[in-house]
Structures are given as C-alpha cells and as structure tokens.
C-alpha cells in the first residue's frame, strides 16, 4: 500500500518534471514594408571569342553611375561611361536582340555572343555576312575601343 501511494505522489511530480512538448509556433507577422527586391543586372555584355581568346565586354548601370569593364581572361579594367554612350550602347544591343542570329555552335572558334544578364540573346559567326554580323561586329569593336 505504501508502494501505491508513493507511487501516485510520483507520477504527477515526475511528469510535471519531464521537458514538455514543444509549442506550436505561430508565424511571423507580415513585415510592414515590403523587403527590397535585388537589383536586376542593368546592361548587357559581349563574349568575343576569337582562336582560343575570349574576350568580355560588360556594359552596366547601377546606383553609383555607368561603368562598362573588359576582360581578357584576367581582372577586367573598369572605367565610367557617360549617360548619352550609355544609353546609345544599350540601345544597339536591344537592336541587335531583335535581329535574326545564327547558331554559334557552327563556328565554336569564332564568334561573338551577346548576353542581357546572364541570359544569352543573340550570337552570329564572325565573318558572315549578314546584318546581325555587322551590327554586332560594330558593337563588339566600339568596345574595343573604349578601353
């Protein structure tokens, strides 16, 4: 009888004592603001590549001004780019998006690709003779001049 008693004060104190079940956690409140979305890569960027070189233009935009880099396998150089070359450059890419490309794949040591962030857009052979060849030769060699 002792035994039973004893063991009746024990349990409840015993379970009492035991790490309880974890509570269900209700959700976070809906921020007041809405969260800052990442700012999309504003520019565009031509891989020429030529023999067993290639080389990368990227022109961008972003709060701090216009910058447009180059890159030859290594570090790139960095330089500012003036809002009216700016927006001339990003007009001829979108022009160039539009055209008709041709599958670079034909002629994999010589071509130039042309990528709206890291999606490509347009590619064409270098040496064809068509108007995407042109405008995108054009392109490839006003930045090649502004390094």
Same mark, same amino acid.
Do not use: E
């Given at each position: 009888?002792?035994?039973?008693?004893?063991?009746?004060?024990?349990? =409840?104190?015993?379970?009492?004592?035991?790490?309880?079940? =974890?509570?269900?956690q209700r959700r976070a409140a809906a921020p007041k603001t809405s969260p800052k979305k990442a700012t999309?890569?504003?520019?565009?960027?031509?891989?020429?590549?030529?023999?067993?070189?290639?080389?990368?233009?990227?022109?961008?935009?972003?709060?701090r001004g216009k910058f447009y880099a180059y890159s030859k396998g290594g570090s790139p150089t960095i330089?500012?780019?003036?809002? =009216?070359?700016?927006?001339?450059?990003?007009?001829?890419?979108?022009?160039?998006?539009?055209?008709?490309?041709?599958?670079?794949?034909?002629? =994999?040591?010589?071509?130039?690709?042309?990528?709206?962030?890291?999606?490509?857009?347009?590619?064409?052979?270098?040496?064809?003779?068509?108007?995407?060849? +042109?405008? +995108?030769?054009?392109?490839?060699?006003?930045?090649?001049? +502004?390094?």
């Amino acid at each position: 009888m002792k035994y039973l008693i004893t063991l009746l004060l024990l349990i =409840p104190a015993l379970a009492w004592s035991a790490p309880q079940k =974890p509570t269900v956690q209700r959700r976070a409140a809906a921020p007041k603001t809405s969260p800052k979305k990442a700012t999309a890569f504003n520019g565009f960027r031509v891989v020429v590549v030529f023999g067993g070189q290639k080389n990368y233009f990227t022109v961008w935009q972003d709060s701090r001004g216009k910058f447009y880099a180059y890159s030859k396998g290594g570090s790139p150089t960095i330089g500012s780019i003036s809002d =009216p070359n700016f927006n001339a450059l990003t007009a001829q890419s979108r022009q160039i998006a539009s055209l008709k490309g041709s599958n670079v794949a034909t002629c =994999p040591r010589a071509n130039i690709q042309l990528y709206h962030g890291n999606r490509y857009v347009q590619g064409t052979c270098i040496g064809l003779k068509n108007q995407t060849a +042109m405008s +995108m030769t054009q392109l490839a060699n006003i930045l090649a001049t +502004m390094q």
